[in-house]
Nanobody, 116 residues
């Protein structure tokens, strides 16, 4: 099993920045890809960014150039640096870990609110 604990959410004005962190524990050696997803009420959870073990990244189109995902393997932590935030970035951000054996784990989520 893998446990994921997010931190770093909060309230920020449009144009501001936040950095989310997600610390993994447990069977971290089995983790292949980690990522961040966002969910707003009434909508499905959507991908924001992912990063693989070899450092390959993938971003949702609306966050390209504003968000950066990174991973510190020594700390078993993945980060999401969010700059130039917009009100439409508001939502609950969930950390995700995909294991090499095909299992997927989620964190508890952290609220990000961007005011206009």
């Amino acid at each position: 099993q893998v446990q994921l604990v997010e931190s770093g959410g909060g309230l920020v004005q449009a144009g501001g920045s936040l950095r989310l962190s997600c610390a993994a524990s447990g069977s971290v050696f089995s983790i292949n890809t980690m990522g961040w997803y966002r969910q707003v009420p009434g909508k499905q959870r959507e991908l924001v960014a992912t990063i693989t073990n070899d450092g390959s990244t993938n971003y949702e189109d609306s966050v390209k150039g504003r968000f950066t995902i990174s991973r510190d393997k020594s700390k078993n932590t993945v980060y999401l640096q969010m700059n130039s935030l917009k009100p439409e970035d508001t939502g609950v951000y969930y950390c995700n870990a995909d294991l090499t054996i095909g299992r997927r784990y989620w964190g508890q989520g952290t609220q990000v609110t961007v005011s206009s």
